[in-house]
């Protein structure tokens, strides 16, 4: 999908664990996102990224920590899980227009 | 805050067009866009238009954009089954990719 790859697609986690989403991209592009879209709501943005070395808070970046260590990688980190981050996540690089990656639907029991 | 409101529903025969509808509250917005999303898949970029902009078609896809009463609409012609998914208009300003999401049309098109 546009050279936007996130594993896993999806995953069940416990309350209280931890987990990385990851997002990596082939195109070179300096900005990548994440969102997260649910029921009713459409998507909303967690955390962005500029460029290697530099993050910076979205819409609802609570519950979230990130980082861009290299250009093509942003991993979207869960520090304890809670049932209100059941959400499908989404990627996102480039600049205009965005291209997304197929998502990862994760479940917090 | 920017805010994109769609409505919730749309049902269509085959063959007939689809116009799908949009309002965005920002007057800076500088970049609209409309996303295609099929059930259990990502989001697939249809179009986009730029504000200074009045209308732009790429095969059976027409966009139009009111700037003046902040609305964007999509109009799909000759609606094929294969176009029942999800659409999101989204918008954007200059210099900021960050994108602003409506929360979507269900088009559904029954044969």
């Known amino acids: 999908n546009a050279g936007v790859t996130q594993t896993p697609k999806f995953q069940v986690l416990k309350t209280g664990q931890s987990m990385t989403l990851q997002c990596a991209q082939d195109m070179n592009h300096e900005y990548m996102s994440w969102y997260r879209q649910d029921p009713g709501m459409g998507l909303r943005l967690i955390h962005y990224?500029?460029?290697?070395?530099?993050?910076d808070q979205g819409e609802v970046p609570n519950g979230y920590n990130v980082s861009r260590s290299t250009t093509e990688d942003f991993p979207l980190r869960l520090l304890s899980a809670a049932p209100s981050q059941t959400s499908v996540y989404f990627c996102?690089?480039?600049?205009?227009?965005?291209?997304f990656g197929d998502g990862t639907r994760l479940s917090i029991l | 805050g920017e805010d994109v409101e769609q409505s919730l529903f749309l049902s269509v025969r085959e063959g007939d067009s689809s116009v799908i509808n949009c309002t965005y509250t920002d007057s800076s917005s500088t970049y609209l866009y409309w996303y295609k999303q099929e059930p259990g898949a990502g989001l697939q970029l249809l179009t986009y238009i730029f504000s200074n902009m009045d209308m732009k078609q790429d095969q059976r896809l027409t966009v139009l954009l009111n700037k003046k009463d902040k609305h964007l609409s999509l109009r799909i012609a000759d609606t094929q089954t294969g176009d029942s998914a999800i659409y999101f208009c989204?918008?954007?300003?200059?210099?900021?990719?960050?994108?602003?999401f409506g929360t979507g049309t269900r088009l559904l098109v029954s044969p």
């Open positions: 996102a690089s480039g600049d205009q227009p965005q291209h």
């Open positions: 990224s500029v460029g290697a070395g530099i993050t």
């Open positions: 989204a918008e954007s300003n200059t210099g900021f990719q960050k994108l602003v």
